[in-house]
């Protein structure tokens, strides 16, 4: 599967934690393909809002040493594209700020 990160929503992160950017993707891309494969059933709509007529799927995901993170992000095929990474666990916090990020 191919992935792809939306600087948007992804590059405060990957400045916070520059070291360990390889290694969130990495386990990233391997937690959307497993979730591919079996079918979704750890994921939810992050929003109502579709992105390039695609649902926006969200979950949470432990990284190791970096933390638990959360996730939004679309699938089509065999293209994953993660459009908002962050620390921010809160289901209506971590809403408000893909809202934001998906505005600008």
Do not use: W
Not at 11 to 32: E, G, L, R, V, W
């Amino acid at each position: 599967m191919e992935l792809d990160f939306d600087k948007n929503g992804c590059k405060a992160f990957f400045k916070k934690h520059p070291n360990t950017q390889k290694i969130a993707q990495k386990k990233i891309t391997q937690a959307i393909e497993k979730e591919v494969e079996t079918g979704m059933s750890k994921v939810k709509l992050a929003t109502r809002q579709k992105i390039n007529e695609l649902p926006c799927y969200e979950m949470r995901l432990n990284l190791g040493n970096i933390g638990s993170v959360r996730i939004a992000f679309t699938v089509h095929h065999q293209q994953a594209t993660v459009y908002y990474l962050t620390t921010t666990l809160q289901k209506s916090e971590f809403s408000k700020e893909l809202e934001k990020s998906l505005k600008s």
